[in-house]
């Protein structure tokens, strides 16, 4: 089995973004918004052969967002303030695919670990895949539209969106759970926190178990030290899942996989699996 992480070009946000002031959401939207310093963050979406099909997980960005009238009016210029995005046609998951000769239309399963811009924008890639959403993401992205950094008026009509049928089934710390292949080794969980609805996906394979964690956390130092990101919805169910995914990890040999993160490349190839530290509780977040 292989896996493939492309990455689907990059962006720019504020430092704030990343590393947030405040346990108080708005508090870190804030900080993000009068922030003046910006760094660099790739966008990474994962690609798996499997003998079962092709799986995708997340699409990535399209280059699309680099045209002046990509978002909706009224809220261009907070966009063209908050955000840079460094983003080719080359870049997008569909060209990317195309070179390892993996054909976007041959894939059968998508999924969508949550419904942010950056990892649904290049949904029109895969019109013959089947999509899936957790429950709560498909509604609050339906409720609240742009508001919910999710753009659904840029997504293919042809979208029928799967939702994903949760059993009760633990998967080590994770109370729910469904499997995906009939193989049994790939599973989807809840993670939610970054968004309510987030889920992340579980790939069991030679001994190795790989979390696809997406927004879980921006990067291994986030995960690890309690950093949290300024459009994190709910600072205490971001730390809850971090705290499910670090006692996977003590049974498991996990490699933890991000978004955002630039090291995520290099633990898949090296299979390098995620050393637990000392928990991070919600009062030792800095709150200013």
Known sequence: MRIHALRCG?????????????????????????????????????????????IVIDVGETAKVNEPDYFPAWQRPYWKTQYRFHITPADEIGTQMRALHLPPEEVRWLILTHAHFDHTDALYHFPNAKVYFSRREFRDVITFRSAHFAFPSKWPSWLKPQIVPYTPEALGPFNQSFTLTQAGDVHIVPTPGHTMGHQSVILQDEGFTYFFGADTSFDLTSLLNGIIDAPAYNAHKVLETRQRILDFAQDTPLVYLTTHDYQTPIRLQNKETLIVKRPVTLEQVPSH
């Open 10 to 54: 990059q962006m720019s946000v504020k430092s704030n973004y990343v590393e947030a002031k405040g346990s108080n959401r708005l508090m870190r939207l804030t900080s993000s918004l009068l922030d003046t310093s910006f760094q660099e963050i790739p966008i990474y979406t994962w690609v798996i052969e499997h003998p079962e099909g092709l």
